[in-house]
């Protein structure tokens, strides 16, 4: 039994055979690989898009979907081993992984960093909980890492530019008035290396480099395919002769869980946003974002509203990369 937590437990081959199915699927969209299978959605956090393409996505697959908030319309939960359980949580993840195991055939969890503490947040404890102590395969709809998003987006760039090896592929920091999650930006760094891309990095200051084990993950990745990986905190120098430009903003590492002190600093980067000028000095780039996406803060409305943004085509592959996934999954177990 299989897990998809992380990008990194998957050989590139097991990921394109899970693109190559999504490519099936898109076309002959209704199948009965999940009849008589359940799934349970846990939502810590908000979605549109990740709640909305799994759901209907079990269902053109013959399954059923199980929707819970914990905290909301479900028991708040407990992950400390051994609490002792005398404050707001009704319920352990020891006997939540054990019951959904009993009812359901996998198990898809969001549950975002808490930004308070970054070393707690990097264990990504509350999906390893679930996969610690559930009986049936666990599902990343994201945490610190986003490999959903990650399969939609490398689905989309293979439709535009076909075979993705040597392609100039840049991440860059872009503004947004808050500290944002870092897992899009994690996992764009691992699945573009991963797929034989020259990666750049690009960000405001040192403050703004993603975690070590990220780039250490994506400079292995880009050792082993013979490919570069950069980081750069210089925009024209970033986006030059860039075939893809993903954008994300997230936190600084170095404020974490001090998102006043933080906002005097990120502020100053408000020209990060991406727009015609920067897209000009590229490759005739395809641009995208996983959204959601404030217009005109991250992106302007000329790049959002131009040919080269493939943004919503990533949304839209969000649901044929999962019913592939998911109908592997349910397929090993
Ligand atoms: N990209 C993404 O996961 O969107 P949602 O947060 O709306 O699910």
Known sequence: MKNFISTKDWTKNELQDILDHAKDLKVNKFQNTLKNKSVALLFFNPSMRTRTSFELGIQELGGYAVVLHPGKDAWPIEFKPN???????????????????????????????????????????????????????????????????????ILTMQEKLGDLKGKDYLLTWTYHPKPLNTAVANSSLMIASKFGMNVKLLCPTEDYILHESYINEAQHNCDQNNTSFEITHDIDYGYANANIVYA???????????????????????????????????????????????????????????????????????????????????KDK
């Open 83 to 153: 609490a002792i359980m005398d404050e707001d949580s009704e319920e352990h993840i020891i006997e939540v992984a054990k019951v959904l195991s009993e009812y359901c055939d996998l198990i898809a969890i969001r549950a975002f960093p808490k930004f308070i503490n970054l070393e707690e947040d990097l264990t990504d404890h509350v999906i390893n909980s679930f996969a610690k102590y559930a009986s049936v395969p666990v599902v990343n709809m994201e945490t610190i890492t986003h490999p959903c998003q990650e399969l939609a987006h």
């Open 248 to 330: 994300k903003s997230w936190g600084s590492l170095k404020y974490y869980g001090k998102p006043e002190e933080e906002k005097i600093i990120r502020d100053k980067f408000k020209h990060f946003i991406v727009d015609k000028r920067k897209m000009d000095m590229t490759n005739n780039a395809l641009f995208s974002h996983c959204l959601p996406l404030r217009r005109n803060i991250k992106a302007t409305d000329e790049v959002m509203d131009s040919d080269s943004c493939v943004a919503i085509q990533e949304a839209g592959n969000r649901i044929h990369v999962q019913k592939s996934l998911l109908t592997k999954l349910l």
